[in-house]
């Protein structure tokens, strides 16, 4: 599966922005998805996950909240609606796809990535 990540841009602290995540190929809806992010200087960190087929998400504290993931399964795409953002969470957002197991919260886990979107939160 190739997925493909967009909806990133500039902000003000307290707006809002949505992540698209696109999939192309067959049985997308097979996978686990989870958003991941990475600030400058930073480690890649996990912000939020889905089980496939499930339908309650897990997410970072840091985010809890604020954030929602959620997916369109005949569209084959998945969301990160952002609201009440921060400046911390300035970032590139990645979307990322696992067919097996392992710790969901673990970027080493996921087989599949997205491209990387930028998210600027400005104060």
């Known amino acids: 599966v190739q997925l493909q990540a967009s909806g990133g841009g500039l902000v003000q602290a307290g707006g809002s922005l949505r992540l698209s995540c696109t999939a192309s190929?067959?049985?997308?809806?097979?996978?686990?998805v989870a958003w991941f992010r990475q600030a400058p200087g930073k480690e890649r960190e996990f912000v939020a996950y889905?089980?496939?087929?499930?339908?309650?998400?897990a997410y970072a504290d840091s985010v809890k909240g604020r954030f929602t993931l959620y997916r369109d399964y005949p569209k084959n795409t998945m969301y990160l609606q952002m609201d009440s953002l921060k400046p911390e969470d300035t970032a590139v957002y990645y979307c990322?796809?696992?067919?097996?197991?392992?710790?969901?919260?673990?970027?080493?886990?996921?087989?599949?990535w997205g491209q990387g979107t930028l998210v600027t939160v400005s104060s």
């Open positions: 889905l089980i496939r087929n499930g339908d309650t998400p």
């Open positions: 990322a796809a696992q067919l097996g197991g392992g710790s969901y919260s673990r970027w080493s886990s996921y087989g599949y």
């Open positions: 190929g067959r049985a997308f809806n097979s996978y686990s």
